[in-house]
């Protein structure tokens, strides 16, 4: 199964590919986490990136969309995929849809999760990650069990250096401008699914799974 996560930043696209990977154990391709890391490791592409995350602004096509062909090449890519924050503007989902014809592949659904503006400022705002294992919390939602710490392996959790309100406010109108078109480009190709994201990381995953059986 190949399928793409849209919605805003804040939107789960994160937490629901991760519930997704579990149950059909495809891999998730998140552009954001491969962007971070290469942040991380200090690479040329993270010198590229950075100064374009920290102020919320999208990395250029031609970056990202190389990124994407090489990481869908890969063996473990053969059974399917979950793309999360990938495609984010026309020219990238188009040149997806080129990639994919030419490996004679489809993109079989295309899952828009839809929340409110003010519900995603709140969400990204409380959220820490870990660096480790990549599970996320919320300080409300879904608080770890010791402070600062991940249930799952024990790593500090920390926040992401673009979830403080400026950044937030530049990513939601970057999102409105550039991302939310595609649901128009998707609706067209026929295969775009709805989903409300509002309620539990569970809730929202059984209503996802039903758009994708
Ligand atoms: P979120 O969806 O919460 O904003 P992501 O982790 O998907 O977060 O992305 C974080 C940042 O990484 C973006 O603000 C952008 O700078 C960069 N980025 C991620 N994916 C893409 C993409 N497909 N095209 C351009 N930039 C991207
Ligand atoms: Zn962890």
New binding site residues.
């Given amino acids: 199964m190949r399928l793409i996560l849209l919605g805003p ?2 939107a789960g ?2 937490t629901q590919a991760q519930m997704l990977k579990e149950k059909f154990r495809i891999p998730q391709i ?4 491969i ?2 890391q290469a942040v991380k490791d200090d690479t040329e592409l993270g010198v590229q ?1 950075k100064s ?2 920290d102020s ?4 250029p ?1 031609d970056v ?1 969309i190389g990124l994407i062909k090489a990481r869908i090449k890969q063996v473990d890519c053969e059974a399917g995929f979950i793309l ?6 026309i020219v ?1 989902a188009e040149k997806l849809s080129e990639t994919l014809t030419d490996m004679s592949l489809a993109i079989d659904v295309v899952v828009d999760l839809e929340v409110d503006a003010d519900e995603v400022i709140n969400r ?1 705002t409380g959220r820490s990650t870990c660096p480790d294992c990549g599970t996320m919390f919320h300080e409300e939602s879904r608080p770890p069990k010791v402070q600062g710490v991940c249930d799952g392996c024990g790593g500090s959790l920390a926040q992401r250096q ?1 979830d403080n309100e400026e950044t937030i406010l530049k ?1 939601l109108e970057v999102y409105q401008e550039s991302t939310a078109p595609l649901k128009e480009f998707y609706k067209k190709g026929g295969n775009l699914k709805t989903v409300t994201a509002r309620g539990s990381a569970e809730e929202i995953f059984s209503r996802v799974c039903e758009m994708v059986q």
């Fill in positions: 930043p804040g696209k994160g998140s552009t954001g986490d962007l971070r990136a374009f995350m919320g602004q999208l990395v096509d990202v999360d924050g990938f495609p984010r503007t990238q990204l673009d990513r």
